[in-house]
Each structure stands twice: as structure tokens, then as C-alpha cells.
């Protein structure tokens, strides 16, 4: 059984750019959620997808996008950036859409200068 | 709106000695409350959920809807429980509101 894993571990990016982050989920997992951790925060829930749809949504702006494939793995898209979006992206698994529990990968660190 | 409080940035424990790290939460409805845990170079993961009425590496949590709280203790605190300590709400069908987290360090 393999775990989530996201890719890549490090990014360095500008002001305005725009930003694809992967993930594949844990084995038999359906559902993936991605959170947003700044320096000395939690993680603040971005979006959840579920069968390739997307079924709930935090308090972030549109320019924040993601899909989930047929395989389950899923993209993080993040157009236009701004300094404050620098921080950790977790992505985390779950079984089903209840998502009581939740696998997370080990995050991509982005930077934004 | 949910909110997930955890008034310890940082907590300092001698081996031997009781364990509580506070979690208060603000949620109008029925909410499922959850620990999660990281330790040094690991990922995020769950520690136990109110729901499971679980003992996890001997901790336990209760879910007290009169003070809105849901406080992780410990009797006996080991040196491999020094880790960073995350509260976690689910409220209706949205994603996971954490706390800011408190890191509990066990001195020998």
C-alpha cells in the first residue's frame, strides 16, 4: 500500500506566475482534499474533490483550481500568485467523502518572491 | 462561522508528569472533533476522533458540547510524545478547520 505523495517537495516562484501541484492518493482512496499551511498556522482547507468533482470549498479566491483524474491523483493550480501564498500545500487522501480520516502527504514548500 | 482554538503555542512537560493540551471550538451545529499529530520529520496524521471514544497511545479526549471543548490528556507523559499537536472540527460537508497547533516538548 503505497501513501500520498506530492510533488514537487520545493518550489520557487515570482509574483503573477501560476503554479501546478500534484498528488497522487493513498491505494483505494476516492476522495483528496488540499489545505494550505502558512508558517506557524494550521491547515486551512482549500478545496475537496470526490470522484473527479469538487464538493466543498474554503474561504479561498477563484484564482485557486484543482482536478481530480480518473486515477484519483489530483492538481493544485494557483494562477496569478501573490507573496502571501507562499507557504506549505498539504494534499491528503481519504476513503470516502466523510473523510474522518485523513492521510496527508509530506506538502510542497512554496516560495513566492 | 468554525473556529478552532488552541491557547498553547507551546507546552513543556517533565517525563512522568500529566499531559492536556486545550482545544475550544466554535461551531453552531453537531461537530466531529479530531486530534491530529505530527512528530519530528513525519507527516500529518490522525491521532483519534471523538467519535471513536478511542485511548491512542494512551490518550484520550472527551467531547464537552457544554464548554465547546475537547481537551487531549495523558496520565503519564512519555519523551516520544514530544511532537506538534494539531485540534481539528468538521462541521457539514466542508474540509477540516485546524487550530494553530501546540507543541508539546517532554523533558527527561
Known amino acids: 500500500e503505497t501513501g500520498v505523495t506530492q510533488s514537487p517537495t520545493h518550489l520557487i516562484k515570482t509574483r503573477g506566475q501560476q503554479v501546478t501541484l500534484r498528488c497522487s492518493s493513498q491505494s483505494g482512496h476516492n476522495t483528496v482534499s488540499w489545505y494550505q499551511q502558512a508558517l506557524g498556522q494550521g491547515p486551512q482547507f482549500i478545496f475537496q474533490?470526490?470522484?473527479?468533482?469538487?464538493?466543498g470549498r474554503g474561504n479561498f479566491p477563484p484564482r485557486f483550481s484543482g482536478l481530480q483524474f480518473p486515477n484519483y491523483s489530483s492538481e493544485l493550480n494557483v494562477n496569478a500568485l501573490e507573496l502571501d501564498d507562499s507557504a506549505l500545500y498539504l494534499c491528503?487522501?481519504?476513503?470516502?467523502?466523510?473523510?474522518?480520516?485523513?492521510?496527508f502527504g509530506s506538502g510542497t514548500q512554496l516560495s513566492v518572491l | 462561522a468554525q473556529r478552532v482554538t488552541q491557547p498553547e503555542k507551546l507546552l513543556s512537560v517533565f517525563k512522568g508528569a500529566p499531559v492536556e493540551l486545550k482545544c475550544n471550538y466554535s461551531?453552531?451545529?453537531?461537530?466531529?472533533l479530531f486530534w491530529y499529530v505530527q512528530y519530528s520529520r513525519q507527516r500529518l496524521q490522525l491521532l483519534l476522533r471523538?467519535?471513536s471514544r478511542e485511548s491512542i497511545k494512551g490518550f484520550t479526549a472527551d467531547l464537552n458540547k457544554g464548554e465547546t471543548s475537547f481537551h487531549l490528556k495523558k496520565p503519564f507523559a512519555q519523551e516520544e510524545d514530544s511532537a506538534m499537536y494539531y485540534c481539528a472540527l468538521r462541521g457539514g460537508a466542508d474540509g477540516l478547520t485546524f487550530g494553530k497547533g501546540t507543541h508539546l516538548i517532554i523533558q527527561p
Open positions: 474533490y470526490y470522484r473527479e468533482e469538487e464538493n
Open positions: 471523538h467519535i
Open positions: 461551531y453552531s451545529g453537531s461537530p466531529e
Open positions: 491528503a487522501s481519504s476513503f470516502d467523502r466523510v473523510n474522518e480520516k485523513l492521510f
